[in-house]
């Protein structure tokens, strides 16, 4: 599987931008598998975002989006996308996507995914 993702750049405070991230796969997606966003800034180490059951399309989103960012899937199309608004200096950072495949395993450890796209960058200024 091969993730790319896009839609990163620059936005002021209180902005909006919407990633997109794009599986390709000779197979197919799983209903079980997870796909997630994390980010992540020099010297710190991934941070979990967002992350979507490709299935059901079950959703679950770290404290400091939750309310902001919206994450969704389109099965027809393998493509995942993070909607973010109200955008935060805070949120600044290279966002990646990745791919879950095994059941059971926590959603949020960036450790647990097994494919992982490019990062687009993301900067928010005051």
């Known amino acids: 599987v091969q993730l790319q993702a896009s839609g990163g750049g620059l936005v002021q405070a209180g902005g909006s931008l919407k990633l997109s991230c794009i599986a390709s796969?000779?197979?197919?997606?799983?209903?079980?598998?997870?796909m997630g966003w994390f980010r992540q800034v020099p010297g710190k180490e991934r941070e979990f975002v967002a992350a979507?059951?490709?299935?059901?399309?079950?959703?679950y989103y770290s404290d400091s989006v939750k309310g902001r960012f919206t994450i969704s899937k389109d099965n027809g199309y393998n493509t995942m996308s993070l909607t973010m608004n109200s955008l935060k200096p805070e949120d600044t950072g290279d966002y990646y996507c990745?791919?879950?495949?095994?059941?059971?395993?926590?959603?949020?450890?960036?450790?647990?995914?097994?494919?992982w796209g490019q990062g687009t960058q993301v900067t928010v200024s005051s």
């Open positions: 990745g791919i879950l495949r095994q059941t059971g395993m926590g959603w949020t450890t960036s450790r647990n995914y097994d494919y």
């Open positions: 796969t000779s197979g197919r997606i799983f209903s079980s598998w997870i």
């Open positions: 979507i059951r490709w299935g059901p399309g079950t959703t």
